[in-house]
């Protein structure tokens, strides 16, 4: 389709994600150029030594391709910072490895409780406060590439826009499943 990485491309609402100079703290920004919100991020891993520069380029390369995620020790919620509003929120990617249920990625912000369900290898809902509010599908066959295809299913405001940019460019729609993760171990 394009050559942008799928998490660089803006969301059908014209939302997108940009990481810092450092990719530590990926900034969320709206279709008028605002930052809403920022989110800490897994930061990439730097190498020094006989091979190090080979192995930043290596994963500066991995970086752009697949984007920035969450932290990943604990998968403990981590802080969203808002912009202009000073609440307290936070979002969650889920287990690490397990049944694709156990991979419920979760947010609260401004008092509303979010989940993000992966249903399957390809595709996963959006709820608030327990009511699907979106349904998202990524179409192609690698990963990180392709595009992603979003249903809404009622009428969202500024707060659901901006968790559902987090929900499709952090945490991703699809997961492999506890069969796939075992395969990729042994790999």
């Given amino acids: 389709?394009?050559?942008i990485p799928l998490w660089r491309r803006p969301t059908r609402s014209g939302w997108r994600v940009e990481a810092d100079e450092a990719r530590t703290r990926v900034d969320v920004i709206d279709a008028a150029g605002q930052v809403r919100a920022s989110v800490a991020t897994e930061p990439v891993q730097s190498f020094t030594?006989?091979?190090a520069e080979r192995m930043n380029a290596d994963k500066s390369?991995?970086?752009e391709t697949n984007g920035?995620?969450?932290p990943a020790p604990a998968r403990e919620p981590a802080p969203l910072s808002l912009r202009s509003h000073?609440?307290?929120?936070f979002v969650s990617d889920g287990a690490a490895s397990g049944r694709r249920r156990e991979k419920t990625g979760r947010a609260l912000v401004h008092g509303r409780r979010y989940s993000f369900l992966h249903t399957g290898g390809k595709?996963?809902?959006a709820l608030r406060d327990g009511t699907r509010i979106a349904s998202f599908r990524k179409h192609g066959s690698r990963p990180h590439n392709g595009h992603v295809?979003?249903?809404d299913h009622g009428v969202l405001d500024e707060t659901d826009e901006l968790v559902l940019t987090v929900f499709e460019k952090l945490l991703r729609p699809g997961r492999?499943?506890?069969v796939s993760d075992a395969f990729a171990s042994l790999g």
């Fill in 1 to 3: 389709m394009t050559d």
């Fill in 49 to 51: 030594g006989r091979f």
């Fill in 61 to 63: 390369r991995a970086f």
């Fill in 68 to 70: 920035p995620s969450l």
């Fill in 86 to 89: 000073d609440d307290q929120a």
């Fill in 123 to 125: 595709r996963a809902e």
């Fill in 149 to 151: 295809t979003r249903t």
């Fill in 176 to 178: 492999p499943g506890a």
